[in-house]
């Protein structure tokens, strides 16, 4: 598959700060990736990097074929960038400000007024954003972002100051472009709610690339143990090979440590045949104690 944004051997520095330092990775067509990383990480410089707002110090970045720094960027019209502060002039309305930015990527401004609807500013889209709140600015900005269905997409903490009825309408929104083919990038903090949404995770800290893949492929690499919970009836008699090993007693039974996939495996087969085992449940790592993980290996290997 072609990737849509390749950023090859990437260094950016402000003076003293090296805001990145030697980053490399693609994104491809039809798949939503999330970018981790404390403040000072590097996800907005890379950002702006992938817009054309600034350019690497040394390597290469290309955005659907082309250079973003370079003459005229043809394909910025088929980005949307949405960042985590969005600004507006107060004095426009809703409309007013998406017909703007519709002129802007040269697209038709009435293809805009549905946009205003699925994010749930039909009744608010003449009034003047001054009068808006952080949410409907919000949501105004992912409007703007949506216009004329890009091909890749950046947003940055997109659902700060979202209620969950429309968090779950802007994920909606995303998968339907998603499945159209379109690259998304999301930079967050909210672990939780990409865990079960990112199909890749690029873990950023201190300017570095420090893990990159799918959720399988990062708990496969950092090893951390998968949590089996069995629950068993009281007074019953248990097999040994579900008490062996590392494991923690519960009120209930037992938590054991399953160091890899095939174990878990074994585990779960000799849990299904023992009939003093009424409740089994599985935790994998999550992306928080993953991004945990990783952040701290290249902290103790710097």
């Known amino acids: 598959m072609s990737a849509t944004v390749s950023v090859a051997g990437v260094v950016k520095n402000y003076r003293a700060v090296r805001a990145l330092r030697d980053v ?69 309305t809703g409309r007013e400000t998406l017909t703007f930015y519709a002129r802007l990527k040269q697209i038709k ?11 749930g500013l039909a009744d608010a889209a003449d009034r003047r954003v001054g009068t808006y709140s952080k949410g409907m600015r919000q949501r105004l900005g992912l409007a703007q972002a949506l216009l004329g269905r890009p091909r890749v997409l950046l947003l940055d903490e997109p659902t700060t100051g979202l209620d969950p009825a429309l968090r ?50 990062l708990r496969s690499i950092s090893q951390l143990p998968i949590r089996v919970s069995l629950d068993f009836a009281p007074g019953a008699s248990i097999a040994p090979a579900l008490t062996n090993g590392a494991s923690v007693a519960t009120a209930r039974g037992r938590v054991l440590m399953v160091p890899d996939e095939a174990r878990k495996m074994d585990v779960l087969r000799v849990a299904a045949g023992d009939p003093a085992v009424t409740n089994i449940e599985i935790a994998a790592p999550t992306l928080d104690e ?11 290997a710097a």
Not at 51 to 73: M, N, Q, S
Not at 74 to 85: D, I, K, M, V
Not at 290 to 300: M, R
């Open 290 to 300: 993953l991004y945990a993980h990783f952040l701290n290996t290249q902290e103790s």
């Open 24 to 92: 490399s990775f693609e994104l491809v067509p039809g798949r939503l990736s999330a970018l981790v990383g404390h403040n000072g990480a590097g996800k907005t410089t890379l950002i702006k990097l992938m817009l054309g707002l600034i350019r690497p110090d040394r390597g290469a970045i290309r955005v659907l074929g082309e250079d973003p720094a370079v003459g005229d960027f043809s394909a910025r019209r088929l980005l949307g960038y949405l960042p985590e502060n969005v600004a507006f002039n107060a004095a426009l």
């Open 168 to 217: 779950q309408t802007f994920y909606d929104i995303l998968n339907e472009l998603r499945d159209d083919g379109a690259t998304i990038l999301i930079s967050s903090h909210a672990l939780n709610e990409l865990e079960d949404r990112a199909e890749h995770v690029l873990i950023m800290n201190r300017g570095l690339l420090v893990a990159h893949g799918t959720l399988a492929e």
């Open 109 to 119: 401004p009435s293809t805009a007024w549905t946009l205003l609807d699925r994010v």
